[in-house]
């Protein structure tokens, strides 16, 4: 009977199985909390994210202030100050690589993943690589295939050599003023072409702090793409159209994606016929011959 009741007592005092468990997952995401923190106030990781913060900071607030700056320094003034103080945040870039790189062999960072990079990461860099590459590749002259059938003198058909690019084509802006080519795309090809292939390469990287660097371009591309916007939309340093602006996007194909620009198929077939496809497949090529020899971490 005294042990029936102790049985009954210690049942009765006894902690609801759900607390231990959630007990144990406070703590772990406290140690998690905290090492992410320990992380992120590391020395290699602050060199990771200055020198792009930087580059963004100081192109951000120079634009930002260009009438002020241009009324009191002069127009040739300012655009000194300005070019000195990118060529400087350029150069802070390029020395924190540097220092990251010399010491990635000693980190004292978790790495990401071990020795083989993982196929999820590789497929990611595939794809951010293919797209910043295809839309570079628009600015090269239109490839073609350099052998093709044409009428002989003869009057029949016969296979002919010809220039694998064809220098005679023209981008050609819609005449109406209307969306066209890589504007279908963003507003800043250019901005994320460079973005996107460093965002693929930032995806093999091992080190948290060199993948930090890697990304800086795409945050570039996102926040400075985003402040232009903001400066035309005000007249200050250039003009976006209103139609423009709500049938385009910064970020690549949202507009597009969103049907901003009529019905998603039709769009497609618009862009298809108003870049150049070959150099797109191209850009594609190199992408994947460069993502299958990067196997293995650095």
């Not at 100081?58 to 127009?75: F, K, M, P, Q």
């Not at 090269?140 to 220098?167: H, I, N, T, Y």
């Not at 390469?201 to 993948?211: F, G, K």
Request: proline share 5%; with cysteine; charged share 15%.
């Amino acid at each position: 009977s005294s042990a029936s009741s102790h049985c009954t007592l210690s049942n009765r005092h006894r902690l609801p199985s759900f607390i231990p468990r959630t007990r144990a997952r406070f703590i772990s995401l406290t140690m998690a909390t905290a090492s992410l923190g320990k992380m992120l106030t590391s020395t290699e990781v602050r060199w990771g994210a200055a020198g792009w913060s930087f580059f963004i900071a100081e192109n951000a607030i120079l634009s930002e202030n260009r009438t002020w700056l241009i009324a009191n320094l002069g127009d040739d003034n300012y655009h000194t100050v300005y070019g000195t103080i990118s060529t400087a945040a350029t150069a802070s870039i390029g020395y924190s690589y540097y220092k990251l790189q010399k010491n990635s062999a000693n980190t004292k960072l978790p790495l990401l993943f071990q020795s083989t990079i993982p196929t999820v990461n590789r497929f990611a860099a595939f794809g951010l690589v293919s797209v910043g590459l295809a839309l570079a590749s628009q600015a090269l002259p239109k490839m073609q295939v350099p052998v093709a059938m044409g009428s002989s003198e003869e009057g029949g058909m016969k296979l002919k050599v010809r220039c694998p690019f064809d220098f005679s084509d023209k981008y050609r802006d819609a005449p109406d003023g209307s969306i066209h080519g890589l504007d279908r795309i963003s507003r800043h090809p250019g901005l994320w072409s460079f973005g996107l292939v460093f965002a693929g390469n930032a995806m093999l990287q091992s080190n948290v702090a060199l993948r930090m660097w890697w990304s800086g371009p795409a945050a570039v591309a996102w926040l400075g793409g985003m402040h232009t916007d903001s400066r035309f939309r005000r007249g200050m340093g250039g003009q976006l159209d209103p139609m423009v602006d709500s049938q385009t996007s910064n970020i690549p194909f949202l507009a597009l994606l969103s049907g901003k620009q009529g019905s998603i198929p039709d769009s497609l077939s618009s862009l298809m016929s108003e870049t150049k496809p070959l150099n797109a497949l191209m850009a594609i090529g190199a992408a994947a011959v460069w993502i299958i020899s990067r196997g293995r971490i650095p």
